[in-house]
Structure formats: C-alpha cells, structure tokens
C-alpha cells in the first residue's frame, strides 16, 4: 500500500519561533491533508489540498501540496504554547474508494 | 453541534468476550471510517463505507466486523477480541464525494484486553 514518511518524529521549540515539517509519499498523491490531534481526543483537519503546487493558509497554518504530487510541507508562524500536539499528514491510501492512509506524525513541543 | 460520538470512550475487556464500539454522526455523511491508532504505527484504517449497506476493508481489519444499516451509524464489533486489539480507535466521517477525504473524527475508544 501506500507509505508516507513524515518527518522530524518530534520538535522542540520556544514559543514565537517558526516550524517546518514536511511529508513524502511513494507514489503521486490527488490530495493531501494536514491534521491536529490534542492529547486525549481525535484528529481535527487543519488543511486539505487539491491541487499540485496548490499553497493554503489557515491562520498561521500554511501547507503546500509539492510540484513533483510526492510531497507535502505544513509551516506554523509565530508558534504558541497550544500548537502542542501531534500533527499528521494524510494522503488517498490507493483505489477509488476514498481510504486515508496516514504518517506516523510529529510530535510538536512549544516552550512558553 | 455537528459531531461525531463514539461509545464507549474506555473499555476494558477479556480475551474472546465480544464487544462492540458504537459510533453516531449527526452530519448526514453519507462516508465513515474506523482507524485504529497505535505508538509508533501511527493511524491505520480497518474498515469504512462509502454509503448506507456498503463497506469495505481498510488496512487492517483482521478481527473486527461493521455494519451500516443506517447512515448516521457505524459500529465496530470484535466477535472474539484479542489482546493484539488493545488499541486507541477513533470513528470518523465525511460527505463523501469531492469532500470524502475530509474525514471528521471522533473523540476515540481506548480498549484494552486482558
């Protein structure tokens, strides 16, 4: 099936200061997608992506869909202490039935 | 407020004593999911269905089963749960068609079998 390499696996980072993460897969993604979990709840979407090169904003959330349709990239501006959490990327898991196949997530740590 | 409930929340079992985790969307998404979410593995799909009376398999669905009688409804049981099951599963759903892929998720079931 597919495989999406998301990386770094954890960040530590001070309050104020920008992150980068980003996300490969080994086959041309349609879609991608960036979500959120908080500790002890569900993922909530943050970001979809359609279009190859496509770059969208959800406040200080910024997420681009790569030219080569292999890659991913989600940046936070200016982080705050309740960016903690994990954040995944998700792609079509393959066939035409709508499946999401997951990375394995960054863990996200902000130092007030 | 547009949501989706899973039942229980927690859930400690034994080994062979069947269960079944519901799961309730109030959108009217004609698509849902179960994943399964475990460390280092991330989130993996073990069932979903694209409408009332059609599911199929996701990635893992080795020991659980589904139904979609209703389309607000989703259930997960596990006939003869096994310890390999001890997992954090979240239900989820979404419109389905150009949207199918923005999936809402549940608050999660973290089971544990003994």
């Keep these: 099936g597919q ?23 080994s086959s041309i993604f349609n879609t991608w997608l960036w979500y959120k979990q908080d500790p002890g709840e569900g993922p909530v979407l943050l970001i979809a992506l ?23 990239f989600l940046n936070i501006s200016a982080s705050i202490p309740s960016d903690v959490g994990i954040y995944f990327c998700a792609g079509p898991g393959g066939g035409s039935n709508y499946k999401l196949t997951f990375g394995k997530g960054t863990l996200l740590t902000v130092n007030p | 407020e547009a949501q ?5 929340r927690y859930l400690i079992t034994v080994t062979g004593k069947k269960l079944t985790v519901t799961c309730s969307q109030n959108m009217n998404h004609e698509y849902m999911s179960w994943y399964r979410q475990d ?4 989130l993996r799909q073990i069932y979903y269905s694209m409408n009332v009376e059609v599911t199929d398999k996701g990635d ?3 020991g659980y089963k589904v139904s979609r009688k209703e389309k607000r409804n989703f259930p997960l049981i ?13 239900c989820a759903s979404s419109p389905g068609g150009g949207s199918a892929y923005e999936q809402y998720f549940g608050p999660g079931t973290r089971l544990t079998v003994t």
Aim: hydrophobic fraction near 25%; glycine fraction near 8%; charged fraction near 15%.
């Design chain 1, 3 to 25: 495989q999406l390499n998301q990386s770094p696996q954890s960040m530590f980072i001070q309050e104020g200061e920008d992150v980068s993460m980003n996300c490969t897969s």
């Design chain 1, 50 to 72: 359609y279009k190859a090169g496509e770059l969208t904003s959800n406040g200080r959330l910024t997420a681009q869909f790569g030219i080569t349709r292999k890659d991913s």
């Design chain 2, 4 to 8: 989706v409930t899973q039942n229980p």
């Design chain 2, 39 to 42: 460390p280092g593995l991330g």
């Design chain 2, 60 to 62: 893992v669905p080795e």
């Design chain 2, 78 to 90: 596990l006939e003869s749960p096994s310890p390999n099951q001890t997992s954090l599963y979240f």
